[in-house]
């Protein structure tokens, strides 16, 4: 038995079905990137994890509790947004607090915690995304790089079971894109367990323990990176993969 | 006789003032119920509440599409009517002479007003983003925490400059109280006219009153537009406390 496993998970939008019938195991601790073309069902697979949008079926197992994704009951579906955190590819830093601000929001309205303790939680969590220079700064007075950190800083302080991050670089500038690759992979190395979206091949090919293909709301080919970058035996994952470039010789960076 | 008695003017400012306080009241609970109905039609508006919608709708459209005046009667007659009716129906025993005056001011600028701030909160609080309402979501906050501590907070600096506009637009229509006896700073002025033959004089003064009451609520409402605010430069409070023990 897996520590988290999907099961059944059907989305559709209108008549156009999303996602099919999507089954996913990760072990505690593991790093599983989706990747695949573009309006593929990726986001969707993850904003469906913690109800931002309204799955037709499935369900999903974390530890011991299993969730029926449908569900119509308030604090069920409150328990199970709380298994997970999600970090967005545009940030969605809350505008209106600041960087301490937004740490702390999460663990003193919805983990309740005391003021003191939410402070000393908030503080390491930025400390470890190296954002403690910028505590009073609101999003405004950031970069995007540095929203982002604080934006996976609000996340892993809430000590969720299931790290979700959709594209977490993708609206980046090109420069910025590194130092939060290494926030990720410090995140990783923490042993906090992930579904990560993204079109980093290089960073995905270096932290990631299982690669999941997705195409047309199916997962077609999964595996580890290695066999997925070394060994693809799946058409539709070799297309991919030469489309953008990764199919043979790409370079082993970050 | 003078033409124009520039003493006057401003000597019959004190005396007018004396109906201030009722100014004020009309103003201050008109506008309470303005923001409270206000935000409440612009949830059913937004959220898209089947039946209330509509009724919502027809409600904003009727208030906006009558003139103000047409209003107060309509709700200083109508009112006892509805009372009246409900005595004879159910035998209870309203005293229809007890209502004071002020009360049918209060509610129909009150509904007045919740029609036009309905509106201006409607569009302030879709003009919040909503990536960070998504990820209130998925923090587990409950949706009325996101409401209060998300998309409140940033709606009212987008709302405020209209809001102050819709405050000023009210202080003067308090002035129209006077049509259902209530005595208002214009009523208190018209009484006083009513024994010295002096309009022109007395409205001078009412006009230099209401102008120094919207010249007072304008800056306030800047220093309110300027205290929500997103500060423009990062603030630590430590700062603030090294700069406050100075002082
Ligand atoms: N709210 C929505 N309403 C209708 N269609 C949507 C909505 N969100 C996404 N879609 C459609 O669902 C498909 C998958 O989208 P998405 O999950 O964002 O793809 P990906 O993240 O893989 O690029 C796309 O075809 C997109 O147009
Ligand atoms: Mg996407």
Redesign the pocket.
């Known amino acids: 038995m897996s520590y988290i496993e999907i099961r059944g998970l059907c989305k559709k939008?209108?008549d156009?079905v999303?996602l099919d019938h999507v089954d996913l195991d990760i072990e505690k601790g593991e790093v599983v990137a989706i990747i695949?073309?573009?309006?593929?069902?990726?986001?969707?697979?993850l904003?469906c994890l913690n109800l931002l949008e309204k799955p037709e079926a499935g369900t999903i197992k974390v530890d011991d509790r299993t969730y029926d994704l449908k569900t119509k009951d308030r604090r069920v579906k409150q328990n199970l947004r709380r298994e997970s955190s999600m970090v967005f590819q545009q940030f969605n830093l809350i505008k209106n607090k600041n960087s301490l601000e937004n740490v702390e929001e999460g663990l003193r309205i919805v983990k309740k915690l005391g003021k003191e303790e939410a402070r000393k939680k908030a503080l390491g969590a930025l400390e470890h995304v190296g954002m403690s220079d910028r505590l009073y700064h609101y999003p405004k007075h950031l970069s995007g790089g540095q929203q982002q950190r604080v934006a996976i800083a609000r996340s892993l302080a809430m000590e969720p079971n299931l790290l979700l991050m959709?594209e977490p670089t993708s609206a980046l500038d090109p420069e910025l894109v590194g130092e939060v690759l290494v926030t990720i992979r410090e995140a990783a190395k923490a042993g906090n367990t992930t579904l990560l979206?993204t079109h980093e091949m290089n960073f995905v090919r270096s932290v990631a323990n299982k690669i999941i293909f997705?195409e047309n709301g199916k997962v077609v080919a999964s595996g580890a990176p290695k066999e997925i970058f070394g060994y693809p035996n799946n058409d539709r994952l070799k297309e991919f993969l030469a489309k953008i470039n990764m199919l043979e010789g790409a370079e082993y960076n970050i | 006789m003078k033409l124009f008695d520039w003493k006057l003017v401003f000597d019959q400012i004190p005396p007018i003032l004396s109906a201030l306080p009722v100014t004020i009241e009309l103003t201050l609970i008109a506008t309470l119920i303005g923001y409270v109905l206000g935000l409440l039609l612009a949830l059913i508006k937004i959220n898209k509440i089947p039946v209330l919608r509509q009724l919502a709708v027809l409600y904003i459209s009727i208030i906006r599409g009558t003139p103000i005046l047409v209003q107060l009667y309509v709700t200083y007659y109508g009112i006892p009517l509805i009372l009246k009716y409900h005595n004879m129906r159910f035998g209870t025993n309203y005293n229809l002479n007890a209502i004071p005056a002020i009360l049918f001011a209060i509610i129909a600028l009150g509904l007045n007003q919740s029609a036009f701030d309905s509106e201006i909160i409607r569009a302030a609080i879709q003009s919040v983003d909503k990536g960070q309402i998504e990820a209130a979501k998925t923090l587990g906050m409950t949706g009325f925490q996101i409401l209060r501590r998300v998309i409140l907070p940033q709606a009212v600096i987008v709302a405020l400059p209209s809001l102050g506009n819709s405050l000023i637009s009210l202080i003067k229509g308090t002035s129209l109280a006077f049509t259902v006896a209530v005595v208002d700073l214009t009523a208190q002025g018209r009484i006083l006219a009513g024994k010295n033959f002096r309009y022109f004089e007395v409205y001078c003064s009412l006009a230099i009153i209401y102008w120094v009451i919207t010249v007072v609520l304008e800056n306030a409402f800047k220093v309110l537009e300027k205290k929500f605010s997103i500060p423009d430069q990062p603030k630590s409070p430590a700062k603030e406390k090294v700069e406050g023990g100075v002082a």
Do not use: A, M, W
């Open positions: 939008f209108g156009n999303i695949g073309p573009s309006g593929t069902g990726k986001s969707t697979l904003r959709d979206v997705l």
